[in-house]
């Protein structure tokens, strides 16, 4: 039997972190909790959680700065949760390495759906599929993806992705040559038949920071105006299967 997963809960409201304790240990999990920026930074690096739960405004340290620390050392997905209404207050949590957010107030049920979606995607066991659950390589042999290890890699260099960046790599290398809008790509690769579509276009652009030769003129994962993105020019693994 599998251990149970690490949900890291950092937010300064008792309520909050009472009620998600509640829902989340309901699930299975096993819940850690702080009230400030500092001692939730602590604890990811103390106790490795498999997954953060993190508040934007937070005392001592706010939930960017948090965020950005945690993503020097790791990989662990974060979701953010933010009360900011704007679309530029999110965008800036995903472009610091959240994986996603949620704006409040929030549903409990469905927060914790989204963590149990999120680290099930994380360990591979979500749409393995049989062109999911290959290794692909591109043309020429400068990216390689693995989903059994979870690794990426640019020229033989692994790649530091999060969950989410590593999974839209993926699902776009096993699907070459194929169109796919913002809207698939959040229900493919999010899992999610809802939500703010800039969280597709801020993943792509963070992507294309690791992937790409020169970011500013994608050559990899292109953009197909007005339709979405696409991923050029692969062999190997799912490509060869003719996968689409």
Not at 37 to 50: K, N
Not at 79 to 88: N, P, R, V
Not at 112 to 125: C, F, H, N, Q, T
Not at 138 to 167: C, H, K, M, Q, Y
Request: aromatic fraction near 6%; proline fraction near 5%.
């Amino acid at each position: 039997m599998a251990a149970p997963s690490k949900v890291l809960v950092v937010d300064d409201d008792d309520t909050v972190r009472e009620v998600l304790r509640r829902y989340l240990a309901r699930d299975g999990h096993e819940v850690l909790e702080a009230a400030d920026g500092p001692t939730g930074l602590g604890l990811v690096r103390s106790q490795h959680p498999d997954l953060v739960v993190l508040d934007l405004m937070l005392p001592g340290m706010d939930g960017l700065q948090v965020c950005r620390e945690v993503r020097k050392t790791s990989t662990v997905p974060v979701i953010m949760l933010t009360a900011l209404g704007q679309e530029s207050d999110r965008v800036v949590g995903l472009e610091y390495g959240a994986d996603d957010y949620v704006v409040k107030p929030f549903s409990p049920r469905e927060l914790a759906l989204r963590v149990g979606r999120v680290l099930e995607r994380s360990r591979g066991a979500v749409g393995a599929g049989p062109a999911e659950s290959v290794e692909v390589t591109s043309a020429d042999g400068e990216l390689w993806v693995s989903p059994i290890s979870r690794t990426a890699r640019r020229g033989g260099v692994e790649l530091n992705l999060t969950s989410r960046e590593f999974d839209l790599l993926h699902f776009l290398l096993a699907h070459p040559g194929q169109v796919f809008s913002r809207t698939e790509l959040m229900e493919q690769v999010w899992g999610w038949s809802f939500g703010d579509q800039s969280t597709v276009t801020v993943h792509v652009r963070r992507l294309r920071e690791k992937v790409e030769p020169d970011p500013a003129r994608p050559t990899r994962i292109v953009t197909v105006w007005g339709v979405g993105y696409r991923l050029d020019g692969v062999i190997g693994g799912a490509a060869a299967a003719g996968s689409g």
